[in-house]
């Protein structure tokens, strides 16, 4: 699924081409209500392109101004959202309405992430992953950011400490900001406005990095299942939380 450097790449490289122009037809739109701001979720496999697809077109936008003056998005598994609503007015859309803070917004502090943590017993990964405590981190870049500061995916959210809560969030920016570098990482759908593969798989650590070697200490990487999702780990640089003895 695209995670917030994947959509960060399409949003600026359409943002030149789109800004101005009016959306003059729009056809195969999801459940419009006449409103005047569109919204887009890509899901799993959504790309967005000048291009005209020849399979699993979802929507076709007519815009205004000098060709290409079509925007076509499709999306094989159908995962993927196109919705009309009023400007802002998000709280019809759940998905949206229950998004976290944006990870480059100054409000989110360590203090902030830090208390989020702190309300949770679950395991620190399905809760990043849940995208309430912080919109945008998906199973690659929690993977990435939890190597990055030692914390196995099982430790439960509140038995992280503050000073590891606000290391974490440090290490999730500057890997957000350096996948947007590189325009996102591709294993299999996910392409650029301009057709293109993001480049950021060729700097992962650990994910998708299973029997290979710890780029840190040389320990084996081992691949293990958290929360139904695929998890990469080092058992040596993310030491596996031990089990608390229930008091008698």
């Not at 600026?12 to 959306?23: A, S």
Request: hydrophobic share 35%; aromatic share 6%.
């Amino acid at each position: 699924m695209p995670e917030l450097p994947e959509v960060e790449t399409v949003r600026r490289e359409l943002e030149p081409w789109l800004t101005g122009r009016t959306i003059r037809i729009a056809r195969r739109v999801e459940a419009p209500s006449g409103g005047d701001e569109l919204v887009l979720h890509l899901g799993m496999t959504g790309i967005l392109s000048p291009d005209p697809p020849t399979q699993h077109l979802r929507v076709e936008l007519a815009l205004s101004g000098p060709a290409p003056d079509r925007l076509y998005f499709r999306d094989a598994r159908r995962f993927g959202r196109c919705l009309v609503v009023r400007a802002g007015r998000y709280a019809a859309l759940p998905t949206l309405a229950a998004l976290g803070p944006e990870p480059f917004d100054p409000a989110f502090t360590d203090e902030v992430f830090a208390a989020s943590l702190a309300r949770s017993r679950g395991p620190i990964k399905p809760l990043l992953l849940s995208q309430r405590v912080v919109a945008g981190l998906g199973n690659i870049y929690v993977d990435e950011a939890l190597f990055e500061v030692g914390v196995h995916p099982l430790r439960p959210a509140n038995r992280v400490t503050p000073s590891e809560a606000g290391r974490l969030r440090r290490a999730s920016i500057a890997i957000l900001e350096r996948a947007i570098a590189h325009r996102g990482t591709t294993f299999s759908d996910y392409r650029t406005v301009n057709g293109e593969v993001g480049a950021y798989a060729a700097r992962l650590s650990v994910y998708a990095h299973e029997g290979e070697p710890c780029p840190r200490c040389g320990t084996p990487i081992e691949k293990l299942v958290v929360g139904q999702r695929g998890t990469h780990v080092c058992p040596r640089c993310q030491p596996k939380p031990r089990t608390r003895r229930a008091r008698k």
